[in-house]
């Protein structure tokens, strides 16, 4: 390896002991996240924006690519912590909680408060009722419409799967302590009420009919 590797690696360790992230019991795992802050920061695509003349938002702009980045990690961590349950490692298991927490919804219920459209929706509610862990029953009030609940085996699976969805949750919260989580989870909460009505009452709307609104 050559030696200019290691003089430029002594640099940075010299840049990060200057730094505010530098604390006196900093570990070699501080500096890595240091690292990855700082090569973040040398390439946000703000740059770019301002490279060719865009007038940018980069608090918008990053809240955007953070919560993207956010749903992708999680994706990827479902996949992972449900792979013992092929058929909730998708998004089955979001529709199969919900049901457990609020029986007999109608479908068109369940997907909307699942954030799907109505298409993604419906091939979720199938391959459930197809593997067995959902049942429909005609709506007592409305004879066109149908009421889903679990099933046995999908209370079965629901318990099995618990501690695993448990954990999932856990590691995609990472290292935010209590007072952390409970804000972050107060933004989240006021940003999904916010979508959800756009979600359910501007469902044909272009974006810039969705901009006014917001305007």
């Given at each position: 390896m050559q030696t200019d590797f290691?003089?430029?690696?002594l640099h940075h360790v010299k840049e990060f002991e200057h730094s505010d992230a530098c604390k006196s019991n900093s570990t070699v795992d501080d500096f890595r996240v240091w690292m990855n802050d700082k090569k973040y920061a040398d390439e946000s695509p703000t740059k770019l924006f301002k490279n060719e003349n865009h007038q940018v938002s980069f608090t918008e702009n990053e809240i955007c690519k953070q919560v993207l980045l956010l749903g992708?990690?999680?994706?990827?961590?479902?996949?992972k912590?449900?792979?013992?349950f092929p058929e909730l490692a998708n998004e089955e298991f979001t529709y199969l909680y919900r049901l457990k927490d609020e029986p007999f919804l109608t479908k068109i219920l369940l997907i909307e408060k699942n954030g799907h459209e109505k298409q993604t929706g419906t091939q979720i509610i199938k391959r459930l009722l197809e593997a067995g862990f959902l049942e429909e029953k005609n709506d007592k009030d409305d004879k066109r419409s149908k009421r889903l609940n679990l099933t046995k085996k999908g209370e079965e699976i629901f318990h099995d799967s618990v501690s695993n969805v448990n954990l999932i949750s856990k590691i995609l919260s990472g290292k935010l302590n209590k007072v952390e989580k409970n804000e972050f989870l107060r933004i989240l909460k006021k940003l999904n009420e916010f979508h959800y009505h756009i979600y359910v009452d501007y469902?044909?709307?272009?974006?810039n009919q969705i901009s006014d609104f917001f305007q």
């Open positions: 290691f003089i430029d690696l992708r990690y999680s994706k990827l961590l479902i996949r912590g449900l792979g013992d469902k044909n709307a272009n974006i």
